[in-house]
């Protein structure tokens, strides 16, 4: 068992969680984020002719999370069913409870602690047939909401909620089959016809964290190198520019190969946590090099220009770009549940002696989505980091808190 905050130098820590889900158009589900460093002056104007990159001390991170997050409660919460709005997708509200609840764990407040509490009341059997918690039509729903009760555990130290996820990583440990494709989990749970990177990504951070945090475990740690040993072999990364496409197809002989289905963000993105959860368990700097490539390849310009704006140099969604453009309420927070992921990351490399290798992406990010993507005066964000902003949603907002969160 390995101590899991990592408290880098300055005012950066390592941030955490992940939750997010994939979009075969069957599917849909999506997780929280982190936030930044108090210093400078309070939030508030940004002068435009910044954009995108300026000095760290003009963003106050932390109260530009804070802001994120109190926007994101006074739009799109519903007090009377303990959940933001819309419900659906439901794991939307699974990575948006996960931010807020890495932004406590990161600053030491606790302002939204009855809240998170109520959340997580009403929403454990809401979906559930036989009273089991965070169940409902696909195993990545329960990872997103598992994944959050790893960060509650580790925010209160209160055994409730590592017995939750306890609960749950057995519950979606038993979707794993080893054929077709020689192993992991099925995301669809009726018609389990579909593995995906999504399900598996957030079964290996699960069974991670959960080694990571029990102590003399061995079961959940050899799960987690189990499956990412399988995972990193099953074709779904493309071996050329190492990113991570949606899943994998099956034929009648069992074997399986890359579906060639979208490189969402979010994919990119809950591997690197996975990865550091899997670091600390082991100290094996062989997943940090797995991890590293994965998000060298999201952050390089030149190679895979789809995922970083040469032009911007924000992070972007490729279905998602300008205003609306057919990006769904899942796609939409893909990007929060990357960046703080990537926040993760960063921390366990700073772990390992390797600096910051992420923070100044994190924070270029978050300063040009805090100038050019938020609604004058709402703190309401738009999806595109690089701007305009023109309305938000819970999924833009949940982003936007994410990316602020990774930058505390
Ligand atoms: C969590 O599970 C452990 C092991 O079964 C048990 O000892 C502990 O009391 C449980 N925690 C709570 C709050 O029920
Ligand atoms: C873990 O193993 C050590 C060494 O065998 C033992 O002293 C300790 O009691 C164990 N802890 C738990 C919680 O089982
Ligand atoms: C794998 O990457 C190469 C190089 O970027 C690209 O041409 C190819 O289409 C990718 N394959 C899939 C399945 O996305
Ligand atoms: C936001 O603006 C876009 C572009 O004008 C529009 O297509 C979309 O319906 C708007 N969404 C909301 C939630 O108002």
Known sequence: MKPFLSLAGFCYLSATQGLAYSVDARYHNAGPVPDACSDGPAAGQFPSEITPLRPRQDLDIRAAAKAAIDALNNKFYSPAQAI???????????????????YMRKTGSRDYMDQIESIIQVQRTQWSQDGADFRAESTDDTGWWALAMIRMYDLTGDSTYLNISIEDEAYMYKYWTSSPCGGGIYVDIKAKTY???????LYIKLAASLHNRIANDTRYLSRAETAWSWFQNSGMINQSDNLINDGLASSSSGACSNNKLPVWTYNQGVILGALAELFRATNSETYLTSARSIADAVLSTTTTPQLTN??????TEASCKQPDEGCNHDQQVFKGVFAYSLAELDGAVSDHGGGHPYVSYIRQNAQSAYANARGEGTDLYDVSWAGPFLNSTVGKQASAVGLLIAGI
Do not use: F, M, Q, R
């Open 195 to 201: 593995k995906n990177a999504i399900a598996n990504e």
């Open 310 to 315: 040469p032009n911007t140099g924000t992070l």
């Open 84 to 102: 933001w709005s819309p419900g659906d997708p439901w794991w939307l509200s699974g990575v948006a409870l996960t931010s807020v609840i890495d």
